[in-house]
T-cell receptor
């Protein structure tokens, strides 16, 4: 059984701070990792993907992958109230056609 | 504009009734997926299709059926056998199902019991 675990939160940070969201996964053969943002009542929106160990930066977002420790994280710099949403981690295992989603971490950014 | 269109946005089902949720994409994606999301829960895969005229069951296929007669369309039928259908239904698509292909989502359909 492939599992993806996320702290449900809420993670509360003040505006301008760095928000750090973490995700662990059970299948060592996992190869592709995705972060989605889901606003309340809306559908998930892809914000980052990462496939190799290390960091990948895109604007205020940085995804970090450590396959040896089986975790992937998302850092949001200069957090804004508009970043308040639930962030879903999704993982694809090698040889599998589908993604396994975590339950998501709710992020609240206070002005 | 390319995208994934789900309709209707809201749907109400009576007891014993089958209802069909529509999902159309014009992204030329090969693969399409249906997920169910309950409050406070992650996404659970109902069915997916990698190619026209072929589809596979996901983790919670019981009480649901799908068809894939055209590349662009992947309708989901919620049958009367699904006893707890109230949920947010999401359709997604991707270019492929391997490696680095991310999935992109439609706006979703909210289904409730009357």
């Amino acid at each position: 059984q492939k599992e993806v675990e996320q702290n449900s939160g809420p993670l509360s940070v003040p505006e301008g701070a760095i928000a750090s969201l973490n995700c662990t996964y059970s299948d060592r053969g996992s190869q592709s990792f995705f972060w989605y943002r889901q606003y309340s009542g809306k559908s998930p929106e892809l914000i980052m993907s990462i496939y190799s160990n290390g960091d990948k930066e895109d604007g205020r977002f940085t995804a970090q992958l450590n396959k040896a420790s089986q975790y992937v994280s998302l850092l949001i710099r200069d957090s804004q109230p508009s970043d308040s949403a639930t962030y879903l981690c999704a993982v694809r295992s090698s040889g599998y056609s589908t993604l396994t989603f975590g339950k998501g971490t709710m992020l609240l950014v206070s002005p | 504009d390319g995208g994934i269109t789900q309709s209707p946005k809201y749907l109400f089902r009576k007891e014993g009734q089958n209802v069909t949720l529509s999902c159309e994409q014009n992204l030329n994606h090969d693969a399409m997926y249906w997920y169910r999301q309950d409050p406070g829960q992650g996404l659970r895969l109902i069915y997916y299709s990698q190619i026209v005229n072929d589809f596979q069951k996901g983790d919670i296929a019981e009480g649901y059926s799908v068809s894939r007669e055209k590349k662009e369309s992947f309708p989901l039928t919620v049958t009367s056998a699904q006893k707890n259908p109230t949920a947010f239904y999401l359709c997604a698509s991707s270019f492929g199902t391997k490696g680095a292909q991310p999935q992109h989502f439609g706006d979703g359909t909210r289904l409730s019991i009357l």
